[in-house]
Nanobody, 119 residues
Framework: QVQLVESGGGLVQPGGSLRLSCVAS????????MGWYRQAPGKQRELVAE???????NHSPSVKGRFSLSRDNAKKTVYLQMNRLKFEDTALYSC?????????????WGLGTQVTVSS
């Protein structure tokens, strides 16, 4: 079955950097749209960034210019490089995998990794 395992979260000071990783298994990784979402306490989950099978990326305006999403199909891994972190970036970050048309409609999720920005 499809599994997504995130890592790389932690505690960081404002202005610092973190790199999140999401390793996938049980799927033809290269065909999936991979995304990162986040949810802060008391708030709705929001899209951070996503990357299509051809490498096209879409970043939320709130992170554009600070965060960068990339994928390594050989390693079945998607990375979220987060720079110039702000207090408001504190959230649980979860990886998602959306199948291509014809494969299915279920979106898969990882359990998430916590990012806390604090001084």
């Amino acid at each position: 079955q499809v599994q997504l395992v995130e890592s790389g979260g932690g505690l960081v000071q404002p202005g610092g950097s973190l790199r999140l990783s999401c390793v996938a298994s049980g799927m033809i990784f290269s065909r999936y749209v991979m995304g990162w979402y986040r949810q802060a306490p008391g708030k709705q989950r929001e899209l951070v960034a996503e990357i299509s099978s051809d490498g096209t990326t879409n970043h939320s305006p709130s992170v554009k210019g600070r965060f960068s999403l990339s994928r390594d199909n050989a390693k079945k891994t998607v990375y979220l490089q987060m720079n110039r972190l702000k207090f408001e970036d504190t959230a649980l970050y979860s990886c998602s995998a959306t199948p291509p048309p014809g494969v299915g409609t279920m979106i898969y999720w990882g359990l998430g990794t916590q990012v806390t920005v604090s001084s």
